[in-house]
């Protein structure tokens, strides 16, 4: 079975710095996906952005970017220029693409706070 | 388009009462789960459905039951509630496919006294 590590509970950064949160996984397939969500207060679950794992470039979606380490089954997120609206659970998740195990599997979560 | 709507929002129970939180999509999605949040725990799968008439377990599936008898709804009963069962849970769907995006609905904070 799949699990996914997130080792950082809580992070805080600066506004308009840029910080990192950390995801591992372990995994015996060569072929999945990687997520991002977001989680601020409201509860809703907002996808911040995806990684396939065949793809060798790193994805980005705007101030948002990934850090895909396949060898080291490593999966950050970087946030640049970081902004308030930010502030949120931010959990890690993977997705077999194996057909009957495409369940998504989360992370614990890690809690990022904005300072002003 | 209302996309995942769960109902309701907030429920208490007392331990050994029953309840149905229902969820609907409007997106003629074939794949439906349902997760549990819980502090420090991330969200865990507890029953999922491929298409209509077609259910199976997730990782917690204990206590909980399910159905899918038309593609739009996706209802999660608790046929007696125990304090453990405190947690948000969320409905999600998308279509077939691993790639596709999953949607999910904005949550049901349930509390078992």
């Known amino acids: 079975a799949q699990t996914v590590t997130q080792s950082q509970p809580e992070m805080s950064v600066q506004e308009a710095e840029t910080v990192t949160l950390s995801c591992t996984y372990d995994t015996s397939e060569s072929d999945y996906y990687l997520f991002w969500y977001k989680q601020p207060p409201s509860r809703q679950m907002i996808l911040v952005i995806r990684?396939?794992?065949?793809?060798?470039q790193n994805a980005t979606e705007n101030r948002f970017s990934v850090n895909f380490q396949k060898a080291a089954k490593s999966f950050s997120l970087k946030i640049s220029d970081s902004q308030l609206g930010d502030a949120a659970m931010y959990f890690c998740a993977y997705r077999s693409t194996n057909f009957g195990n495409e369940k998504l599997t989360f992370g614990t979560g890690t809690r990022l706070t904005i300072i002003p | 388009n209302a996309g995942v709507t769960q109902t309701p929002k907030f429920q208490v129970l007392k331990t050994g009462q029953s309840m149905t939180l229902q969820c609907a999509q409007d997106?003629?999605?074939?794949?439906m789960s349902w997760y549990r949040q819980d502090p420090g725990m991330g969200l865990r799968l507890i029953h999922y459905?491929?298409?209509?008439?077609?259910?199976d377990q997730g990782e917690v599936p204990n206590g909980y039951n399910v159905s899918r008898s038309t593609t739009e709804d996706f209802p999660l009963r608790l046929l007696s509630a125990a304090p453990s069962q405190t947690s948000v849970y969320f409905c999600?769907?998308?279509?077939?496919?691993?790639?596709?995006?999953?949607?999910f609905g904005s949550g049901t904070q349930l509390s078992v006294l």
């Open positions: 459905s491929v298409g209509a008439g077609i259910t």
């Open positions: 999600a769907s998308r279509r077939t496919g691993y790639k596709e995006k999953l949607f």
């Open positions: 990684q396939e794992a065949y793809k060798q």
């Open positions: 997106m003629n999605h074939e794949y």
